[in-house]
């Protein structure tokens, strides 16, 4: 069973410029989470679809950050400007609610904003 | 009341010995406790889980301890091996949210 994909694995970007992070789920999750983990801290969640519904982005700061998940399967996470603060390694998860909600990972995309 | 407290920070084990890791939280309606491992340049992989119906929970050299009263629980990894230094995340969520919580996390170090 292939994994969580992302791409890219490493973005490098000067802050007020642009970039995208997209998601491939593990095949038949209904459910993808985008996380930020800022450098030794836990995983904060930015956002949780179900399928292609928002269920949570109660902490995606939306002036700058935007995140589709376009037919309930792949996502992109969008952010625009950046901000030194930005700086993290962005996850994306997906679980099979019907399974137990197990999260699975991908290896996620590490963003440095100069 | 949504979050989830972890401690150490950091933890240095002789190869052998035992590591703990605890994890203490206020939300009565979390009952899904996870603990996921997480290894340099790679995403946090589930390690061992528990429901708070049972005290304990045990595979192979790790073991969830888990106190409902006290609203704690904590990771025991026996027979701590280099291989086991990475840093761990404590977890909770409520069943049918599917929102996870997660905690600080701590930096295991193993020495051999």
């Not at chain 2, 401690?7 to 010995?17: E, N, T």
């Amino acid at each position: 069973e292939a994994g969580v994909a992302q791409s890219p694995r490493y973005k490098i970007i000067e802050k007020r410029q642009s970039v995208a992070f997209w998601c491939n789920p593990i095949s038949g999750h209904a459910t993808l989470y985008w996380y930020q983990q800022i450098l030794g801290q836990g995983p904060k969640l930015l956002i949780q679809f179900q399928n292609n519904g928002v269920v949570d982005d109660s902490q995606l700061p939306k002036d700058r950050f935007s995140a589709e998940r376009l037919k309930g399967v792949d996502s992109t996470l969008k952010i625009q400007p950046a901000k030194l603060e930005d700086s993290a390694v962005y996850l994306c998860a997906s679980s099979n609610t019907g399974g137990g909600g197990e999260l699975f990972f991908g290896e996620g995309s590490r963003l440095t904003v100069l | 009341q949504q979050q989830v407290k972890q401690s150490p920070q950091s933890l240095i084990v002789q190869k052998g010995g035992i590591s703990i890791i605890n994890c203490a939280y206020e939300n009565t309606a979390f009952d899904y406790f996870p603990w996921y491992q997480q290894f340099p340049g790679k995403g946090p992989a589930l390690l061992i889980a528990i429901r708070p119906d049972v005290s304990e929970k045990k595979e192979g050299r790790f073991t969830i301890s888990f106190n409902k009263s006290a609203k704690q629980f904590s990771l025991h990894i026996m027979d701590s091996q280099p291989g086991d230094s990475a840093t761990y995340f404590c977890a909770a969520m409520t069943s049918g949210t599917y929102k996870y919580i997660f905690g600080t996390g701590t930096r295991l170090k193993v020495l051999a």
